[in-house]
């Protein structure tokens, strides 16, 4: 089930490319997924990790994810994907009332992808300095809004023991990168 996403996934965003670099789009959510992997979580939400960007960023919908992966898997890639017709600002209070109010597993898919996007963003920065921050569809202090409420609202309802340890090195890049 796990290869099968990855190739899915790799087909799905074939041709795509991560922001500010020439690196294939795919390298994203694999890196998402390894986290999951690591954490230990169950195989849906590894699948979820390959495939979370799959419907707002491709023409497949939550009713492929669902043919192909099941309706677990749905689930957990439609608690994350945002809805592209509401503006930058509801999407990202909508993410964050996810990460508050989910499940551990929504919780981590969703902080999963924050991390590894924050540390493309802080490999960026080193490269390219400030001016980083017109490629994104909000400046400097939305964003720093945006990872810091993440970060904040990650832990709410879970137990030490419970809270994934990429976390805490969210929690930390969130810092270095914003202080």
Not at 15 to 22: E, L, T
Request: charged share 30%; aromatic share 10%; hydrophobic share 35%.
């Amino acid at each position: 089930m796990i290869e099968k996403a990855k190739i899915f996934a790799a087909e799905a965003h074939k041709g795509q490319k991560r922001k500010n670099s020439n690196t294939d789009y795919i390298v994203h959510p694999e890196r998402v997924a390894e986290s999951l992997l690591k954490a230990g979580f169950r195989p849906e939400v590894v699948c979820a990790g390959y495939l979370h960007d799959v419907v707002e960023d491709t023409s497949y919908t939550l009713k492929d994810i669902e043919k192909a992966f099941g309706e677990e898997v749905k689930a957990l890639v439609d608690a994350h994907t945002e809805d592209k017709s509401k503006s930058w600002q509801e999407r990202k209070s909508h993410t964050i009332q996810s990460v508050r109010e989910g499940s551990v597993e929504i919780k981590a898919l969703i902080v999963a992808d924050k991390l590894d996007n924050l540390q493309s963003l802080s490999q960026d920065l080193e490269v390219y300095g400030d001016k980083i921050w017109s490629n994104f569809n909000a400046d400097y202090q939305h964003q720093e809004w945006y990872y810091q409420s993440v970060a904040e609202v990650m832990g709410v309802g879970l137990k030490e023991k419970d809270v994934p340890a990429f976390f805490h090195t969210y929690r930390k890049l969130v810092k270095q990168t914003f202080d």
